[in-house]
């Protein structure tokens, strides 16, 4: 978003670009439609959930593997697999909990401009 406003400005400083105007305009329209999305997708929030989500499914993905991968065929237990896919899905049912958590803030909260504290 940066970039496509600091690139407007640059279009429209260049007096060599004939239309300038026409093309500056929408660049600057661009950036404040995604500027009024950003806070009703909540992108932050999601972003560090994610993030969060990411580093623990990767963590029961390296204790599977490494358990798959020390533990003789013949001992590997169907029930440490099972608890493999169940933390898996708690996880899952944490993130979609919270996002919806999340979301009821959101929808809580007032509208109109932040107060300057």
Known sequence: M????AASTIVLGIPAIPNRTAIALPMV????????????????????????????????RDEMDYYLITTPAGDLSLDRLRR????????WRDVS????????????QPAGPTPIV
């Not at 940066?2 to 406003?5: I, V, W, Y």
């Not at 950036?31 to 990411?54: C, D, G, H, K, Y």
């Not at 493999?84 to 996880?91: E, L, S």
């Open 84 to 91: 493999f896919f169940a933390d898996q899905q708690g996880i």
């Open 29 to 60: 329209a661009l950036v404040t439609l995604i500027s009024a999305l950003e806070p009703f997708f909540n992108w932050r929030s999601r972003w560090v959930l994610m993030e969060e989500t990411q580093y623990r499914l990767h963590r029961i």
């Open 2 to 5: 940066l970039a496509l406003a």
């Open 97 to 108: 909990q919270r996002w919806i958590e999340f979301r009821k803030l959101d929808q809580a």
